[in-house]
């Protein structure tokens, strides 16, 4: 049994298909099928079969790729054993990370590790909660949320890391009506017009528990991902949104308005696949992450929002 059969049943099982894989890996369908074949007639038994996609794992295919993490993990702690004796740690590491976060905590990561041998390679994209584990076959770290649980949904196989626990606040313009207050509730904003995520997207639990604690559903004008359109939309009083305290900007043009009377908060999450968790420059990574975090945490309130809030 090698380990590069494992990686390949591993890869195959969360990427779906073959030329997925081929994709991701740079290799072609045809060299990665006469891999199978090769393991198959090493091990004695098939891997994969026919199917509507493509091929799927056999039941043996799914023990092995189950086990793969296992094994890679166990080599992965060899190695960082054998790497703390070399001194710091040292390598490239992938990051993914939904934008917000990324504004809040890539900045002060990269200042702490400013003096090390790490390199970091930082990819973004905004993603349904359930989304983000698949892509942590992609990047050593994928930094993730849910407002539901510490461990985004789908993600309970991977190793997991909450970095920050940051406030979901309301957005409304300067002007408005709401904008003295200290706090707001459900009550407060539920007949507003509102700018909102698409369902699926963790602010949307949000959005439900107003509706939920009301009995009344939101006015949703448009529904947008991007923080920053959220902001322009709400700028120009097309309504009212949810934005994170710590990653959005401080403007004179809106204000940010503790939401209370519902759980308005989500964890920021650090993913990884058990075996790159174990490498000992990711494992940095992560110490960094959690630094900037309960850094960020511990910042005073910016003056803008300082006058909309009286939360900590």
Known sequence: MEVRHLELLRDLRDRGTLGAVAAATY????????????????LGVKLVEPASRGLRLTWAGEILADGADDVLTALSRVQARLDEGTGMPAGTVRIGTLPSAGAALIPGLLTRLRESLIRIELDDFDLAESDYAARTADADIVIAHSLIADVPLGAEHLASRVLLREPIDVIVPAGHRLASRAELTPQDVVGEPWVTVPRGYPFATIHERIEAATGRPLDRVVEVRDNRL?????????????????????????????????????AIVALARPDHAARRAVQ?????????????????RSESNLKASTLG
């Not at 290799?27 to 090493?42: C, F, G, W, Y």
């Not at 900007?249 to 209370?260: D, G, K, M, Q």
Request: zero cysteines.
């Open 27 to 42: 290799r072609t369908p045809s060299a990665l099928s006469q891999q199978l074949r090769t393991a198959e007639k090493e």
């Open 230 to 266: 959220v902001e322009s939309l709400v700028e120009q009083g097309h309504g009212i949104g949810l934005l994170p305290r710590y990653s959005t900007p401080a403007s004179v043009t809106y204000r940010l308005v503790p939401l209370t009377g519902v759980q308005a908060t989500r």
């Open 284 to 300: 940095a990574v992560v110490e960094g992450l959690v630094d900037v975090g309960r850094d960020l945490g511990r910042a005073p």
